[in-house]
């Protein structure tokens, strides 16, 4: 956010964000608001703090495009708002273009980003499975500190289990049996990832995990599958106390 407000953006002493740029574009994934990482609220929109945005000097001079990764929840203005398709770092992707011109508002009040009920979400939506993967594989757990260090809450959770849940939670994207971690760098870039909902994983770990989770149809389903297909899977100590 420091590289955008010296350059484009300016914050007030009162810590209202200023468009300094004659034109400011926020870029926020249709998916977004499909997941509700997203909300339209009237005039503003609430929306998880990773989106790229783009600046121009003049109606017709090129626009730059930057990324803002700023890790909690925004309540950001805009003027005007449309549905397009657009190509940014070489994927096509759906977005509702958030414009804002001169001297308008992009932030009202820096001091609302402290928030416990934020974090709350944020934390919610690592669980879920819904943060989105234009946030680097290996930056995900950053982020996450980096949501409590700015809500000032401190949580009794070791960096390695953070890292462990997210080891397990994002699965690579061409074959989701696959965690990321034993693919990632391989593939060219770090975002070929699908991250999934906690509750997910025990029916792709094996079939005895499945069955004895909550959901006993989508267990059954990927039991078949991981059988007709002889997958591998991770027997867990009460399967080999039952087995021996």
Known sequence: MSKLIDLYLEETKEGRIIVKAAIMNIYIPVDYFDNGLSTFLGGVVNTIGSFYV???????????????????????????????????????????????????????????????????KYLDYLNQGKLPSNIPYNEIVDMLKSNMELNQISLPIPSGLLELMVGE???????????????????????????????????????????????????????LDITKNNRPQNISNVERIIYS
């Open 169 to 223: 939670m994002c699965r690579y994207k061409k074959d989701l049996a696959v965690p990321y971690r034993r693919v990632a760098g391989r593939t060219g870039n770090l975002k070929d990832y699908k991250m999934l909902n906690i509750k997910q994983l025990p029916k792709l770990n094996s079939v005895f995990a499945g069955l004895s989770f909550e959901n006993i149809n989508e267990a059954i389903v990927s039991g």
């Open 54 to 120: 783009g600046f121009k000097a003049t109606d017709t001079s090129e626009e730059k495009l930057m990324k803002l990764d700023l890790a909690t929840i925004l309540t950001i203005n805009y003027s005007d708002q449309v549905k397009i398709s657009k190509k940014i770092e070489d994927e096509e992707d759906n977005y509702y273009v958030l414009t804002l011109f001169k001297d308008e508002e992009f932030i009202s009040s820096t001091n609302k980003l402290v928030s416990l009920e934020d974090a709350q």
